[in-house]
Nanobody, 126 residues
């Protein structure tokens, strides 16, 4: 079992930056693919970014490519999402997730991720 706890969300203005963190505990997530998803009110949960083990491969949704960067510190069991040039449409609850079924291939399907955090709210005002 892996427990994931997100932090770093908040209320910012358009153009600002935020860095989300996801701390893992319990069984090591060292060889898992890690991902970030988000869910806006009235919308389905969508893939944002993913990173392979040990971190050589990353994959991004088109909507965040060039603005968001995912990274991981395996020694600290922590995954990060650096979000720059934030837009109002980035407003959502952001979830960290762990995919124990893959190591190298970053998957975008939420059903591949077995472990989820509780989410952290990101609100971007215009």
């Amino acid at each position: 079992q892996v427990q994931l706890v997100e932090s770093g969300g908040g209320l910012v203005q358009a153009g600002d930056s935020l860095r989300l963190s996801c701390a893992a505990s319990g069984r090591t997530f060292g060889n898992y693919v890690m991902g970030w998803f988000r869910q806006a009110p009235g919308k389905e949960r969508e893939f944002v970014a993913g990173i392979s083990w040990p971190g050589g491969r990353t994959f991004y949704a088109d909507s965040v490519k060039g603005r968001f960067t995912i990274s991981r510190d395996n020694a600290k069991n922590t995954v990060y999402l650096q979000m720059n040039s934030l837009k109002p449409e980035d407003t959502a609850v952001y979830y960290c997730a762990a995919d124990p079924n893959h190591t190298v291939v970053v998957t975008t399907a939420s059903h591949e991720y077995d472990y989820w955090g509780q989410g952290t709210q990101v609100t971007v005002s215009s």
